[in-house]
């Protein structure tokens, strides 16, 4: 049985990852800085033992990965910036070599190490080099769009109003994947430490175009549903990180292995955007109310 630390455990990769590890059998400490929360709770009642970390106390970061096995680290730059992102990251690394772990899986981006130019991929990336140089065991996962975000933000407006709102032409594929499989190929990687050592991997379970996706998305939700091409110039208003991103997925492409993955990791039972779509609760989605209203 392993004693993993998990970042993040309270959000979509953490969580998905704790769930995972907690299934197989293993301890999982949940890293948070909110022990309080309801999600929290959720996770400790599934056995999981919740810990206080966060990233700008590297106190709190000895101490909650004193004694264990191995991390699975995530980062974000959503809520803070990517110098923070990269900052914190470094810590969370530092701290992890000295506490002598055995195994360091840290989540980045698909194509985070081709030089994108996307202000996130950058900061993603320059953890992953800090990581490399650690005297700790490594491994980078690096997954390709969420499914999960189709379910919330400015796409879930778009779906109230008959819209699949996505700035991409509708006939550019895109590499996608659920928060559900990020746990469970980490939960695969941390259990198979001497296989996926010194590793990265971007990882994907389907690929779409915003048409096919919009198409499954009105028959999930029993609705006719459309494409709506949204112009990078509208994302670039409310962020230019996420423009650059959209702008490389026009014109790169986030080009992932999916059939190789699905064909090397089976146990991962990785789910296409129709499974994604079918096991959402839509009615409940769609009767939210928007937050900025």
Known sequence: MLDVAVTGATGAQGGATARALLAAGHHVRALTRRPDSPAAATLRGLGADVRHADFDDRASLDAALFGADSLFAVTTPFGADTSTETRQGKTLVDAAAAAGLQHVVFTSAAHADRHTGVPHYE??????RHLREASVPWTVIAPAAFM???ASGWTLEGLRQGAFAWPMPADR???LIPATDIGTFAALVLQRRDEFAGRRIDIASDERTPAEMAQILAGAIGRPIGHQEVPLAQ?????ADLAAMFEYFTTSGLDVDVAGLRRDYPEVGWHSFTDWAAHQDWTAHLASIPAHR
């Open 148 to 150: 999960d975000n189709y």
């Open 173 to 175: 594929p895109l590499t």
């Open 235 to 239: 994302v670039r208003t409310r962020s």
């Open 123 to 128: 900061s993603k990336h320059l953890v992953e």
